[in-house]
Each structure stands twice: as C-alpha cells, then as structure tokens.
C-alpha cells in the first residue's frame, strides 16, 4: 500500500494513482510533470489544470508521496513518446517551467517502487 500520512488529504488520489502506475501498460509513457513540496502546491495544480480544460484534454494528474513527503505528480498515459511530447507542447508556459518529462511507464513504476514511501 502507498504511505498516507495520518487522515492524508490526498489519500484517495494516492491510491489511485499507485492502482495507475501498477495496471498501466508497460508499453506506454507518461509525463513526470513535477515535484511538489507541499500538499497544498497539489491543490493549486488542480486549479490549473481544471482552468486548462480542454487544452490537457482530460489528462488526469497522478500523485506519488515520497519518502520525504514531496509529492511527484505523473500526468496520465500516453500511447507514445511522441504523443506525450506533442501533449507537453501544448501545456502553458507555466507547467512547462517545470521541465516536464516524458518516460516509459515501466520506468515510472520502477521509480515508485522506489522512492515512494509504502506501508503494509
């Protein structure tokens, strides 16, 4: 099971997106779109992605907490690394501060079992 700080805010999205990370297809990128310091910086994400709408297409936001609290945000599944890398040339100038970066979803998933904080 993936850490959840005591009555974590962001439990169900956390649980969600390691329920993501562990069924998505290994064959499939995703976007490492940040790292966040705060939980409160997840909360302002959402806002911008909600105000983006159509543009992210219904990309959904996945959050990992790691080991030091920080919380890594993965944007979604793409089919491939070309479709990842037209996606985060239509994000804001904003999101792409923050260097997004598209890898393999078997990477990603390694990185998880990694350097997320679990229990159980």
């Known amino acids: 099971y993936p850490y959840l700080k005591k009555e974590d805010p962001l439990a169900d999205k956390i649980i969600a997106a390691h ?3 562990e069924t998505s297809d290994d064959e499939h990128f995703t976007i490492q779109l ?3 310091s705060h939980d409160d910086g997840y909360a302002t994400l959402e806002k911008d992605l909600a105000a983006l709408g159509g543009q992210i297409g219904g990309k ?3 959050v990992v ?3 030091d609290d920080r919380l ?3 944007l979604d ?3 491939s690394q070309k479709e990842a890398e ?3 040339g239509r994000l804001p100038a904003t999101l792409k501060s923050n260097q997004p970066l598209v890898i393999p979803l078997k990477q990603a998933r390694t990185r998880v079992h990694r350097t997320a904080r679990v229990s159980g």
């Open 19 to 21: 329920i993501w990370i």
């Open 34 to 36: 940040m790292m966040l």
């Open 60 to 62: 959904r936001p996945n």
């Open 65 to 67: 907490r790691l080991r």
């Open 72 to 74: 890594l945000i993965y």
């Open 77 to 79: 599944e793409f089919a």
């Open 86 to 88: 037209t996606f985060i």
